[in-house]
């Protein structure tokens, strides 16, 4: 599993705004990275005293680290499917609220050196194909975007999260992938995109909520509540996610 923690101190108020603070930690799909340091930094204008830590990682396994008694007070994941088992656990404090939606693109590395011009490419042999993990949200949609396209994608490496298939990507030792576009977004010129129409019809609500265990309930939920609120609409509209 590759995780990426950052921590965050949040400084800085409006008058009115009551002191409230302590620890949070957020427990979030690696595709969310970029976006929610963005929104760490953007909260450091408004919530005094409040230390905010994130950590990334695949939706399933952070789901597993929650329902294994890992300390945590938020947890958002990249489908539905993943905090339903959080859920059905007994995890959460209340229901999960969508906040994003992310679509999936074909990637490629930059100069598409495999002349990859659609997803029928994913089963060429002479090419390195990576796609993540089926049990993993990213992996799921790949496999729903291959069964509308009706392709047999010959995989050549399953990666255990979206940013360990562009990673591979972008240092070139894969020929092509599915990712998000956010991810594609994210990696600038490090990849190219190729446009394929089936990917309209596999979109992934991104879930977000309290867990039952938190440490700190109110500074979560004041979390929760600037991601799904205009703060976090604006941020992850800027990254490219579908917003509510």
Known sequence: ????????????????????????????????????????????EDYPDLDVTFSFGPSSGLVEQVIAGAPADVLATANTVTMDNATAAGMLAAEPQVFARNQLALAVPAGNPGEVTGLVDLARGELRIALCEPHVPCGAATAALLDAA?????????????????????LGEADAGLIYRTDAVAADDAVEMVEVAESDSVVNDYPIGVLAEARNPEGAQMVVDAVVGELGRDVLGEAGFLVP
């Open 1 to 44: 599993m590759s995780v990426l923690a950052a921590a965050i101190i949040v400084t800085g108020c409006a008058d009115d705004e009551p002191e409230r603070g302590g620890e949070v930690t957020v427990l979030a799909a690696a595709s969310l990275t970029e976006p929610f340091e963005a929104l760490g930094e953007r909260l450091a």
């Open 150 to 170: 009706g392709v047999d994608a010959a995989a050549d490496t399953l990666t255990t999260d979206v940013k360990e298939t562009v990673a591979l990507l972008t």
